[in-house]
T-cell receptor
Framework: DGGITQSPKYLFRKEGQNVTLSCEQN?????MYWYRQDPGQGLRLIYY???????QKGDIAEGYSVSREKKESFPLTVTSAQKNPTAFYLC?????????????FGPGTRLTVT | GIQVEQSPPDLILQEGANSTLRCNFS?????LQWFHQNPWGQLINLFY???GTKQNGRLSATTVATERYSLLYISSSQTTDSGVYFC??????????FGAGTTVTVRA
């Protein structure tokens, strides 16, 4: 059963702690993405990776870090430098180099920092 | 980056009614997707439609790339159609830019 999994579904942390969100895909997609969604708004791109061991900053990368050591995995770390970390985080993946680069999304992780 | 505007921001429908959602974008695109976000937050792919017309059951979409807009049609709406509909676009890279969404409420 192919798809994108994110864990955990809900995450609670104290201010000042780093936290890592997991994203795994078994679609054999080359590219993976992290987006953030705040209440009542659209999604904004944090980081993306088109190939293993390479990634680029999106529009709101400050306070976040990523790694891409395996094709299937693209974890996101929310650091203590992120000023407003409470949000809904969505991971996506797509093929690259194809005429169709449709993105597919995981179920998301809701992070609450108090 | 590309600007994406969706209208209307909110739409209330009686079950069985038809509706049209609009997405305007500021530059040429090679990817345009419509999504439905359900109450649990999951983004469901509706259409990949950088140009042309597609239909899937009661939903259809049309993108006029030369005029930089796309339309999503919902016919014979059902309560399960409620949620937020997003349009997202990208050009020459793989980064999607999202609109703010249209919140659809279908009343029984």
């Amino acid at each position: 059963d192919g798809g994108i999994t994110q864990s955990p579904k809900y995450l609670f942390r104290k201010e000042g702690q780093n936290v890592t969100l997991s994203c795994e895909q078994n679609l054999n997609h080359d590219a993976m993405y992290w987006y953030r969604q705040d209440p009542g708004q659209g999604l904004r791109l944090i980081y993306y990776s088109q190939i293993v061991n390479d990634f680029q900053k999106g529009d709101i990368a400050e306070g976040y870090s990523v790694s891409r050591e395996k094709k299937e995995s693209f974890p996101l770390t929310v650091t203590s430098a992120q000023k407003n970390p409470t949000a809904f985080y969505l991971c996506a993946s797509s093929l690259t180099g194809a005429s169709i680069n449709e993105q597919y999304f995981g179920p998301g992780t809701r992070l609450t920092v108090t | 980056g590309i600007q994406v505007e969706q209208s209307p921001p909110d739409l209330i429908l009686q079950e069985g009614a038809n509706s049209t959602l609009r997405c305007n974008f500021s530059d040429s695109v090679n990817n345009l997707q419509w999504f439905h976000q359900n109450p649990w937050g999951q983004l469901i792919n509706l259409f990949y439609i950088p140009s042309g017309t597609k239909q899937n059951g009661r939903l259809s979409a049309t993108t006029v790339a030369t005029e930089r807009y796309s339309l999503l049609y919902i016919s014979s709406s059902q309560t399960t159609d409620s949620g937020v509909y997003f349009c997202a676009v990208s050009s020459n890279d793989y980064k999607l830019s999202f609109g703010a969404g249209t919140t659809v409420t279908v009343r029984a």
